[in-house]
C-alpha cells in the first residue's frame, strides 16, 4: 500500500509520494491526498511534490489493468486531471524535485509543475503506447509548447527514457543537479521566490496557464477516449505485458485473434 505524506517546512508544504514497492505510481486514494493538500497548500510560500526511495513516479498505478474495473479506472484517469489542474490553479509556485524515473503519468506530472529539478542519476520518458494507453494529460499537448511540437510527440508516442540531461537540454527541467544536491537545490530556489512578491507571483502564474487552460478540452476529450477503450485488446496486452515483465506483442495479439 502505498502512501501521501505531507509535511510543511518553512512555510514550504512538501508531498512526498510513498509507494517505492511499485515506483511511486499512485492509486485512487493517493491522488486525492494530493490534490488536498495541493489545494490547502493556498497560503504557503510554495509546494514541492516528491517521491520517495529512489524513484519520482510512475503515474497511475497499472495493477489492476490487467482484468480491468471500468468504474475504478474512471476515477483514477478522471482523478489523475483534477490533480494536474489541482498543481496548475494553485496560487503558489509548484516545484517537482526529481530523484529517479519519472514515467507515465509521473512524467506528465513535471509536465504540469511550475519549475523541475532534477538529480543526474534521473531518467523521463511516457509508457503510453508500451503498455496500451496514450499519455493525453500533458504529453500529447502541453508538452509540444515546453519541449516543441518533434520532441513532444518523439517522447509521447515511442516510449523512450531520456537522462536529465536531455531534459534540462530540452526544457523540460529546470536544473539538473548532483545526486546528492537535490535538497539545497530546491532550498535555494524556495530563498529566491521567498523574495518574491506572493502576490504578483501569483497573478505571473495565472497568466502563464493559457497554454495549459487551452490543452484542457484536449485532455478532456482524449481523457474520453481512454475510458471508451477500458477493456480493449490493446489495453489488457499492454497491462498483461507489464505486470508479466515481457514485451508487449499487440499485432501477434492481433493476428492471433483474428486467425
Known amino acids: 500500500m502505498g502512501s501521501i505524506e505531507v509535511a510543511e517546512r518553512r512555510d514550504v508544504v512538501w508531498i512526498t ?104 542519476r534521473s531518467t523521463f520518458g511516457q509508457t503510453g503506447p508500451k503498455v496500451g494507453s496514450a499519455p493525453v494529460l500533458g504529453a500529447t499537448n502541453l508538452m509540444a509548447v515546453q519541449i516543441g511540437e518533434r520532441r513532444a510527440k518523439e517522447m509521447a508516442m515511442l516510449c523512450r527514457r531520456y537522462s536529465a540531461l536531455q531534459a534540462l537540454e530540452w526544457g523540460l527541467v529546470n536544473e539538473v543537479v548532483a545526486d546528492e544536491g537535490l535538497d539545497a537545490a530546491v532550498d535555494r530556489w524556495l530563498d529566491e521566490i521567498d523574495a518574491l512578491s506572493p502576490r504578483y507571483l501569483e497573478i505571473a502564474k495565472t497568466s502563464s496557464n493559457q497554454w495549459w487552460n487551452l490543452s484542457k478540452d484536449n485532455m478532456a476529450a482524449n481523457l474520453g477516449a481512454l475510458i471508451q477503450a477500458i477493456g480493449s485488446d490493446d489495453m489488457l496486452e499492454g497491462a498483461r505485458a507489464f505486470l508479466e515483465k515481457r514485451k508487449p506483442d499487440f499485432r501477434g495479439a492481433r493476428r492471433a485473434r483474428n486467425s
Do not use: H
Open 17 to 120: 509520494i510513498n509507494a517505492p514497492e511499485r515506483r511511486n505510481a499512485y492509486d485512487l486514494d493517493m491522488a486525492r491526498a494530493m490534490i488536498d493538500a495541493v489545494e490547502e497548500a493556498a497560503e504557503a510560500r510554495a509546494v514541492v511534490i516528491t517521491g520517495a526511495g529512489g524513484s519520482f513516479c510512475a503515474g497511475g498505478a497499472l495493477t489492476q489493468l490487467g482484468e480491468p474495473d471500468p468504474v475504478q479506472l474512471r476515477r483514477l484517469f478522471t482523478t489523475s486531471l483534477k490533480l494536474l489542474d489541482a498543481i496548475r490553479a494553485c496560487p503558489r509556485p509548484v516545484i517537482a524535485a526529481v530523484d529517479g524515473a519519472a514515467a507515465g503519468g509521473g512524467n506528465e506530472l513535471v509536465v504540469a509543475c511550475d519549475f523541475a529539478i532534477a538529480t543526474e
